[in-house]
DNA sequence: CTAACTAAACTGACCAGTCAGTTCAAATAG
DNA sequence: CTATTTGAACTGACTGGTCAGTTTAGTTAG
């Protein structure tokens, strides 16, 4: 293990982006070389060296800024899904107050609610888009997230969590306004529509360029207009 | 490239199973291991040693039997897949005829014909049980699919398609007997269904193993109630 | 001034693929 | 029935190369 990284660096000191701007945009080089190679070759098939010449940056570096490929992996993984969560969150389905919020059910007076399934579409929108963008990362969570025992295994479970609330969070608004089929386990529900936008969004990037992004949408949204009773 | 085991190797006449007991035993110990540790640490994470002691073979015997790791592999897939088309198969929703055939509504004249609805839940329930008996197939299979350039690109495609083909029938058959939403692309729809068994079945076996078969059967189902127009 | 970074050499472990040699069951010969 | 041969199946030490991680002495930029 690289002890030296690890105490040299500055010690992150609990604040946000006290960082140099230089050691920001090394970083920020870095995790794009290697969603780009690792996505592509997976993590065991790219060497530290080659993403070092990718983001055009010595390999001493990489070891100064991550103490090890694991940690700049497990690093990447947690950059990818805040993105994720900020495209997620930006519909308005979240526990957090989001941009078109909704208030309280009972006519709280303060402007229309939105239609759930419609926020739920967006939110899956939003997840085709981020697929879209970032296919490396998509093929770097699917590659890595099922593995047991792995270097990243509490690392997914703590994203992971992060993710199915938000999803969560989008199906219960559904639930409050519609009548939904209960025998549904929520939570394979959660897993299903989570996992259908990995696959479809690969899936139209890898074999079906042609289909568009609204048919990707409206295929995973069948789920939903499944689960609310006719 | 090995070009000994091939060569002496007899020539496999076209016909079947010609293959000496000795070696269809060793290729089928050597299938089982190696899907149990590519499944947990990835094609490129495990090594031939590893594999050959697991299979309590020697090393020569892998490239004896096979040409190289990247040809045990795609040997591999193609084993998995077979299985995994025969079981749904079994179901009667593919092409061809199959057994468990359930009484339906509209009395044909030539027998009683089957709720397709029925045949895609038997068909799920199938996907479901093969994700759990042989979960490592699983893993290998969505961490190497959608990487671009890959070894296994064409076996990839060529597989794909023949799953793929099986779902089609069934959502066909669906279409046939029950309305559906035909805004809704076939393509998609697949694709959707496809995933959602190997992401379900995965996440089932990874993160939620208290999760019953029918909860995960019933999740999955609930695009083909949405695919149905009310 | 110092944190961030460079460049290059080095270590030690690991690994895919090779190949000369061994085993043994079945075929053939005597 | 026994001796000999054959060759497919298998063995495991070995080779050439790769790679994660380390170290060091120096350079750059804020």
Redesign the pocket.
Known sequence: ?????MN???AEPAGKEL?????N???QKLFEASMELIGERGA?G?????I?AAA??????V???F????DLIAQLLRHGVDILKARLASTGTGTSAGAGMVPGEAASGSGPRPDPLLAMEAMIGQAMDFMAEYPSFARLWVSENWRTPSEWQDTFAVLRAELLEIIGAAIESVAAVYPVDETISRGSLETAIFGACFVVGLDRQTYNPERTRNQSVAAIMAIMRGYVVK
Chains 1, 2 share one sequence.
Do not use: F
């Open positions: 293990m690289n002890t030296r990284g040299i660096r500055p960082r140099p701007a230089r050691t945009a090394t970083r065991a790219v060497t530290v060296d080659e070092a055009g940056v010595s390999k001493g570096t070891y100064y800024n103490g090890s490929k694991a």
